[in-house]
């Protein structure tokens, strides 16, 4: 048995020091936090995140919750109205967007459907009973897998 160095080994500090994610993005958002993020779309409410920091932030639209949370952690709520008036320039904004792969169309990516653990969407014209759901899927139209 040797020592497993990869998983922290000898090394009694294992926690992470920097993100571990490659999302341009995420690093951004480190130590940025006297910025103002600007959204083009809509924020809307994580009831996962218990609790958000004072932060501004800039969006077409807010939710009703959303809006209340920020306000209420000591934040703001701005439009691009008033963005363009406090930051002419674009200065000390951070520009974000959501994730690229939430997309429907991402979801027909992948593995081809129909093979073995792919639950990659099918293209199909109808979503009937004889379309992608006759031969393989059920006992009486010739075999199931």
């Known amino acids: 048995m040797g020592i ?3 998983a922290g080994g000898r090394n009694k500090k294992t926690k992470r020091t920097a ?13 940025e936090e006297k910025n103002i993020a600007v ?3 809509s924020v809307t409410d994580d ?16 939710t009703e919750t959303a809006r209340a949370r920020i306000i209420n952690a000591g934040g703001e709520c701005l439009t691009f109205d008033q963005l363009a008036l406090r930051a002419p320039l674009g200065e000390n904004t951070v520009l974000l967007r959501g994730p ?12 081809a459907p129909g093979v073995p653990h792919s639950h990659t969407k099918p293209y199909v014209r109808s979503k009937g009973r004889k379309f ?10 010739g075999f199931k897998v």
């Open 19 to 31: 993100p571990k994610s490659d999302d341009v993005y995420l690093k951004l958002l480190v130590k």
């Open 39 to 41: 959204i083009v779309g």
């Open 132 to 141: 992608e759901k006759a031969r393989g899927r059920r006992n009486s139209r």
């Open 100 to 111: 690229k792969n939430a997309r429907e169309a991402v979801r027909h990516f992948g593995k």
């Open 47 to 62: 009831k996962r995140i218990q609790e958000i920091p004072a932060m501004k932030v800039t969006a077409l639209r807010f």
């Open 4 to 6: 497993d160095l990869v």
